[in-house]
């Protein structure tokens, strides 16, 4: 059984750094690219980056580009998202995905002074 | 970047009855590959989303056959058969075609 689990949201103040992990379990990680997605409260999905089974490459889009470092350790099979700079506008729960397939369960990431 | 328009933005429905939505793309979601990366997500009240449909039209694991998808290039559609009480939820159409990846503002289903 294909299993995500998130971990490491937490309330944050502005301007500061936090730091995600995903540990999956259930499936040949390193052969898949892996991906965050994120949803404000009440609010829709986005897209927050995205990297290869290899980890050679990654992508994000222009709202989190510079600030959000995606990585990965297959050898423990865990996916990680590294966010500094934070604003209150990243305050979401953040989910860790496989090719949409799968999800986690989520971590709530809280940016507020 | 890709928009993704959703109607309606919220249905009422009665069990048994047959609904649909729609998705619309700002631009093709044909890949160089030829594949249309294209699929439909349920979010049900205080659940991560679950995958539906895959590439258009590809049931996803464990999805029962009332759920089906139709479409190309940039107007898709998300039909289910005979709704049943555990359908309702938010449901969202996203592509993965073109990058940043983007998702349609959500179709918010209830049960009348």
């Known amino acids: 059984e294909v299993q995500l689990v998130e971990t490491g949201g937490g309330l944050v103040q502005p301007g500061r750094s936090l730091k995600l992990s995903c540990v999956a379990s259930?499936?040949?990680?390193?052969?898949?690219?892996m991906s965050w997605t994120r949803q404000a409260p009440g609010k829709g999905l986005e897209w927050v980056a995205s990297i290869t089974n290899s980890g050679g490459s990654t992508y994000y889009p222009d709202s989190v580009k510079g600030r959000f470092t995606i990585s990965r350790d297959n050898a423990q099979n865990t996916l990680y998202l590294q966010m500094n700079s934070l604003r209150s506008e990243d305050t979401a729960t953040y989910y860790c995905?496989?090719?949409?397939?799968?999800w986690g369960q989520g971590t709530l990431v809280t940016v507020s002074s | 970047d890709v928009v993704m328009t959703q109607t309606p933005p919220s249905l009422s429905v009665a069990i048994g009855q047959s609904v649909s939505i729609s998705c619309k793309s700002s631009?093709?979601?044909?890949?160089?590959?030829?594949?249309?990366?294209l699929h439909w997500l349920l979010q049900s009240p205080g659940r991560s989303p679950k995958r539906l449909i895959y590439?258009?039209?590809n049931l996803g694991s464990g999805v029962p056959d009332r759920f089906s998808g139709t479409g190309s290039q940039k107007d898709f559609t998300l039909k289910i058969s005979r709704v049943e009480a555990e359908d309702l939820g938010v449901y969202y159409c996203?592509?993965?075609?073109?990058?940043?990846?983007?998702f349609g503002s959500g179709t918010k289903l209830e049960i009348k």
């Open positions: 259930g499936f040949t990680f390193n052969n898949y690219w």
């Open positions: 590439q258009v039209s």
């Open positions: 995905t496989r090719s949409l397939a799968y």
């Open positions: 996203a592509q993965t075609t073109h990058f940043p990846f983007t």
């Open positions: 631009q093709s979601l044909v890949y160089s590959d030829g594949k249309t990366y």
